[in-house]
Every structure is written in structure tokens, then in C-alpha cells.
């Protein structure tokens, strides 16, 4: 059974889909992208969070949503209407810290390897970091010391380039230990 949502609070500055900031019927907060993620947008979220979770990668808990017609009230200063009733993804909203360039160090070298390679076979480039800066779309819980991945809305590119992932991948730099890994596993 999905969540419900009963109250639209405001939409996130953050994101290209900028993403509403709802609260569920089960009490929670979640970033919901809805109908102007477009359609596509919100199945590459579905399927990546799934195959994340199934993987055990560091991921924010997710739901299917659903939004009743009864809070789509156009006109609003929300635009409400680009939300849009029916289903929508929703990532539970946890405290965190995005991850900046400083942070990446602490960050385990497999767990940095795991989520590049995962980024590679999802044909996903949109998790980018440098010293200059970029769009890492990984969280940090500072209480717990762990890493939390999300948005996947741009995998699944059919123009994705691997060898530009190579270079501007936040976690570029594990790419000759991750070769290395898999010319050692061959021999």
C-alpha cells in the first residue's frame, strides 16, 4: 500500500525537477517528483532505487506515493499542478549534509567503487564533484557516518559516455582500482 500524502509544505531549491516537499499519511517527510519529472524521469528513479536497494547500496527509503485530486488546487503559489494527482516517487526526507568535495575521503574506497560501478551499468553521468565543485546527488549522515545516494531520474541515457563518467565522476578517482580489481579477478 503506498503512502498518502495530505499536506504539500513547499518545493525544493534544489534539483532540476525541484521536487515538492510533502508529508505523508504515515508521518513522514518526502522530496516527491511528480508530474512534471515527466513520466520517463520517474521510472529511472523507480527502477534505479530498486536495483540500489537490491544491491545494498546506501539508498534513502523510497515509495510510490500517491496524491489525492483534492490537493491539486491550481492556480497556487506552489504550482501545484506540475505535482499532479495520482502516483509519483517519493524519497523519505532524512537530516543530512550534501557531500562536498572535503568529504569524499572519508567515504570507504568500496563503497566508492560500488556506487561508480553502479552509475556505469545504469548509464547514469549525473553525479559529478571536483575541487571547483558540481552535482554530487549524494547526502552525508553526519550521526551515523554513512552515505546516502539518490536521484537517478538521468539514467538509462542513451547518449551517456562512459569515458566522460570516467573523468567527472565524484568518485573518479577509484577507476584504477576498480580495473586493477577486475584485471586481478581475470587472471
Not at 13 to 42: E, H, M, W
Not at 74 to 85: F, K, N, S, V, Y
Not at 151 to 177: I, K, T, Y
Request: aromatic share 8%; with cysteine.
Amino acid at each position: 500500500m503506498s503512502v498518502e500524502i495530505v499536506e504539500v509544505l513547499g518545493r525544493s531549491v534544489q534539483g532540476v525537477t525541484r521536487p515538492f516537499i510533502c508529508r505523508g499519511d504515515d508521518g513522514n517527510l518526502y522530496f516527491v517528483k511528480g508530474r512534471s519529472a515527466g513520466r520517463r524521469s520517474l521510472i529511472c528513479e523507480w527502477i534505479c532505487a530498486n536495483l540500489a536497494k537490491k544491491l545494498e547500496l546506501p539508498i534513502a527509503p523510497f515509495e510510490i506515493v500517491h496524491i489525492p485530486e483534492e490537493l491539486i488546487i491550481p492556480g497556487l503559489d506552489l504550482e501545484l499542478t506540475e505535482l499532479g494527482a495520482g502516483p509519483a516517487f517519493g524519497s523519505r526526507r532524512l537530516e543530512l549534509m550534501e557531500v562536498n568535495y572535503s568529504m569524499i575521503f572519508e567515504i570507504p574506497d568500496e563503497l566508492q567503487q560500488q556506487v561508480l560501478m553502479f552509475d556505469l551499468w545504469i548509464n547514469n553521468a549525473d553525479r559529478t564533484l571536483s575541487q571547483k565543485g558540481g552535482n554530487p546527488n549524494l547526502f552525508w549522515v553526519p550521526d551515523h557516518e554513512e552515505l546516502i545516494v539518490i536521484d537517478h531520474n538521468q539514467a538509462f541515457d542513451p547518449d551517456f559516455c562512459r569515458e566522460e563518467v570516467w573523468g567527472d565522476h565524484v568518485f573518479s578517482d577509484q577507476q584504477n582500482l576498480l580495473v586493477n580489481d577486475i584485471i586481478i579477478h581475470n587472471e
